[in-house]
């Protein structure tokens, strides 16, 4: 089945700057690859997504890269703000079944004043 | 819409108590999920359904078990439970079809066994 891998497991980053979340996976035939985000006591929130046909997409702040060669992706969140504090998840669709998304452990992200 | 309505949200039970995490959508969706997740991991798949009538296993289904009469409820039952059951269950349901693998969740239901 599909494995997917998350780093770091903890990313502090002053306000302003920008935080990169990498995460990788097994599966060759996976393509579509969403970023949730979950604060704390909520439920996971989708906050942007990519399929295998494109390499890039952006949505104001935040843009994700993926690398099908390499299989790997990454969530990029630039000008951080308070409000970006969270967990942050990423997955993958295993194959693209309806056996649902296989998700990385997350990363906490912490936005220092 | 309410979307995907999950009950109870918290519980404590007793170990070898039973209960069962309701779970609801009004989205009409035919796939539905149950995860759980435990501190400082991801969410992890338990059982999924892709209609009314059909279950299947996910990752970690011992000590679960699920039934989907109806489109719309998917209901998680715990027969015996145990304290590595402690944890946050989550439902989630999306429509088939690649156009449609966005997840959409429910509240959580957080479960301690004591």
């Known amino acids: 089945g599909e494995n997917v891998e998350q780093h770091p497991s903890t990313l502090s980053v002053q306000e302003g700057d920008s935080a990169v979340i990498k995460c990788t996976y097994s599966?060759?035939?996976?393509?579509?690859f969403p970023w949730y985000k979950q604060e704390l006591g909520k439920r996971p929130q989708l906050i942007i997504d990519?399929?295998?046909?494109?390499g890039e997409k952006k949505d104001q702040r935040i843009a994700v890269t993926l690398n099908k060669t390499a299989k790997h992706f990454s969530l990029h969140i630039t000008e951080t703000q308070p409000e970006d504090s969270a967990v942050y998840f990423c997955?993958?669709?295993?194959?693209?079944?309806?056996?649902?998304?296989?998700f990385g452990k997350g990363t906490h992200l912490i936005i220092q004043p | 819409n309410a979307g995907v309505t999950q009950t109870p949200k918290f519980r404590i039970l007793k170990i070898g108590q039973s209960m069962t995490l309701q779970c609801a959508q009004d989205?009409?969706?035919?796939?539905m999920y149950w995860y759980r997740q435990d501190p400082g991991m991801g969410l992890k798949l338990i059982y999924y359904?892709?209609?009314?009538?059909?279950?299947d296993k996910g990752e970690v289904p011992n000590g679960y078990n699920v039934s989907r009469s109806t489109t719309e409820d998917f209901p998680l039952r715990l027969e015996l439970a145990a304290p590595s059951q402690t944890s946050v269950y989550f439902c989630?349901?999306?429509?088939?079809?690649?156009?449609?693998?966005?997840?959409?969740f429910g509240s959580g239901t957080q479960l301690s066994v004591l």
């Open positions: 990519i399929r295998s046909n494109v």
């Open positions: 997955a993958a669709n295993s194959g693209g079944g309806a056996d649902g998304l296989t």
């Open positions: 359904s892709v209609g009314a009538g059909i279950t």
């Open positions: 599966d060759s035939a996976s393509n579509y």
């Open positions: 989630a349901s999306r429509q088939p079809g690649q156009a449609n693998e966005k997840l959409f």
């Open positions: 989205m009409n969706h035919n796939y």
